[in-house]
């Protein structure tokens, strides 16, 4: 099932704003069972959120005249808003007839839906950049391998290995084609991996250079040195106190910036998130995007004509943890996607290896999200990935290497 990336973004009307608010506030506090929006009945839903925005300057961070509404969903478009519609029409109505351009017609209308549509569409955003932790596994799959897991443990926790191994039945021994890539994988894998080790580095050293020179002197992003120079004066140290970062009780967490484009690096950006978007489909789709293994979904979003950068993201883990991830596995990706910000966002001088000025730059373009909701609140990207994993054995081939690798999996 492929997953898709909502974006809809909307201008409040002013006299409606705290009505709105209240409304959001409403759906916030009781995700599951709120008299609006209950989202665990619009069941392609991965992630969502109302974030109400500003502009891409901390000045304007908090004006809140903009409602962001996003989700990260199972299926096409039309199917999506249909359940949405079919589920949740009034909330709809009640949410977004509190924004400009909101079709005067009413839901009990034959025209309504279609109008409806035609309303999202002319305020969808086009995702420069989508990242999955799971691509093509649908709510339903990450839920039943979820619960498939608590089963077998509950099942190895009463009766031990020999209830798993009723359950599974394995074959009574491993296939020979297992036996030779066993070995394989113990001698000749590893004997190849120290023989080309050298040549491995030597050709890492020689590709980064040729992508710096085609980034920096062809695509025109800006280039930051990869290791922090001495600071005469170093950084002080940003405020991350848990009500600005950490203020959602769930293993997992949630982040949107706003951040101004420079004019001159618009076209550099584009070609980058692109670069980046390609990356994601092709290469980072197991699990981990440029080394980062905490992200469920992301997408960085050009808006405002070319003014803006929007970036969203729902990950694992505290928000020092998070920061600290980027600027260890993935600072070369930062720099190349928000070093392109205008001089007003301030980003480090040195690139995102400056920790502190780094964190100041996510603290002062950050909006925290209005409503949030995940379908999964208690599992971790590795988690869910080592559920499927575990369904996909329990499922398939019943064979001896199959029967322990589920049961080293509990």
């Given amino acids: 099932m492929q997953q898709h990336p909502l974006a809809v973004i909307l201008n409040i009307k002013p006299e409606q704003k705290a009505q709105l608010k209240d409304i959001l506030h409403t759906i916030q506090a009781d995700i599951n069972n709120n008299p609006y929006l209950r989202f665990p009945e619009i069941t392609t839903t991965h992630f969502a959120r109302f974030v109400l925005i500003g502009g891409g300057i901390k000045a304007t961070r908090d004006l809140e005249t903009r409602l962001y509404f996003s989700a990260n969903h199972d299926g096409e478009w039309e199917e999506y808003i249909d359940l949405l519609l079919d589920k949740a029409g009034k909330a709809l109505e009640a949410i977004f007839s509190a924004c400009e351009g909101y079709p005067n017609v009413s839901l009990t209308d034959p025209a309504f839906k279609a109008r409806f549509k035609d309303y999202l569409r002319a305020n969808s955003c086009q995702v420069n950049t989508f990242y999955q932790g799971y691509p093509g596994k649908s709510v339903q799959e990450v839920q039943h391998s979820i619960e498939r897991h608590a089963v077998l443990e509950r099942l190895a926790n009463q009766k031990g290995l020999d209830g798993i191994k ?43 250079k040729l992508l710096d020179f085609v980034l920096g002197k062809i695509v025109g992003i800006r280039l930051f040195p990869e290791t922090l120079p001495p600071l005469q004066e170093p950084s002080p140290e940003v405020d991350t106190r848990i009500a600005q970062t ?38 980072f789709n197991k699990g981990e995007l440029g080394g980062i293994s905490t992200i469920h979904f992301a997408r960085w979003i050009i808006i405002d004509n070319g003014k803006t950068l929007l970036f969203e993201s729902n990950y694992d883990g505290n928000w020092e943890q998070y920061i600290g991830d980027f600027v260890d596995k993935a600072a070369f990706g930062m720099n190349s996607i928000w070093g392109n910000s205008d001089p ?14 780094f964190k100041k730059v996510i603290i002062d373009h950050q909006v925290p999200a209005a409503v949030f909701y995940t379908a999964y609140r208690n599992d971790s990207v590795r988690n869910i990935l080592n559920d499927l994993a575990i369904d996909n054995l329990f499922g398939g081939a019943k064979s001896s290497d199959a029967f322990n690798e589920l049961t080293s999996r509990l």
Wanted: hydrophobic residues 40%; glycine residues 6%; without cysteine.
């Fill in 166 to 208: 009723a359950e599974f039945k394995p074959s009574s021994g491993p296939a020979f084609g297992n036996i030779i890539s066993k070995i394989w994988d113990n001698t000749g894998g590893k004997l190849i991996s120290i023989i080309t080790a050298p040549l491995r580095d030597f050709l890492g050293n020689v590709l980064k």
């Fill in 344 to 357: 007003s966002v301030n980003y480090p001088k040195y690139g995102a290896k400056d920790l502190q000025t």
């Fill in 246 to 283: 950490d203020y959602l009780e769930s293993v997992q967490n949630e982040m949107t910036t706003i951040s101004a484009i420079d004019p001159k690096q618009l076209r550099a950006l584009k070609i980058m998130l692109w670069i980046v978007n390609m990356a994601a489909r092709y290469l």
